[in-house]
């Protein structure tokens, strides 16, 4: 009786956490190990609030999302909020997410970590400013952006090798932002491009 009470406490520590959002191996391997152990109890409660969960062991990360409802079944209220982001926000997301696929082809480790600078992020954006736009106000709008990222979960701060600021990409991006996010966002790229060629201008935020 004992052994499934302490069970159930764990079992309770692991859906709290997933609950509050991303469970990391890296923050906390005991609690990964018994989310490893429990899954499928997890799957098994969490389905019931419409939820699924995606564990990656590779990369060591695990995340509830709301479960498509299957045919005939009828649509739950959803416990997991969509976030609207803003264009600024959601075209660093792409270009992040293109470096960390650029990082696993280029015969890194799986797993890697990629960590840029706050300049190399900026070069990153420095593409897409509209013709006669403010160069060194759009630089300084990099961080505001990295922070809202950050509070997602995507990024984190670090400190570079030179002791100057630098932010961890994530790699739970790649889960977030599949192929699917990644066509619609195009769409959007594609008429933003044309609107810079024509030399017209658009807020992104």
């Known amino acids: 009786m004992e052994d499934l009470s302490a069970q159930g406490i764990t079992l309770s520590r692991v859906l709290i956490a997933l609950m509050k959002g991303v469970l990391y191996r890296e923050d906390n391997a005991s609690l990964w190990q018994d989310l490893l152990n429990l899954q499928a109890r997890v799957r098994d409660y969490v389905v019931v609030l419409g939820l699924e969960l995606l564990l990656d062991e590779a990369e060591g990360h695990a995340f509830l999302r709301t479960r ?15 976030r609207p982001l803003s264009f600024q926000v959601s075209l660093l997301l792409a270009l992040l997410r ?7 082809a280029g015969g890194g480790e799986a797993g890697s970590r990629l960590i840029l600078t706050r300049d190399e992020v900026a070069e990153l954006l420095r593409v897409f400013l509209p013709p006669g736009s403010n160069e060194a106000k ?12 950050r509070d997602l979960g995507f990024v984190r701060p670090l400190k570079s090798a ?6 961890e990409v994530r790699r739970i991006l790649k889960a977030f932002v599949d192929a699917q996010w990644l066509a619609e966002f195009d769409q959007r790229l594609a008429a933003y491009r044309a609107q810079l060629a024509g030399g017209e201008t658009e807020s992104v935020e």
């Open 68 to 82: 498509p409802p299957r045919e005939g079944e009828p649509e739950l209220p959803r416990l997991v909020q969509r």
């Open 98 to 104: 293109e470096k960390l696929v650029e990082t696993d």
């Open 138 to 149: 759009a630089i300084d709008q990099v961080e505001a952006t990295l922070n809202k990222i």
């Open 162 to 167: 030179a002791g100057e600021p630098a932010w």
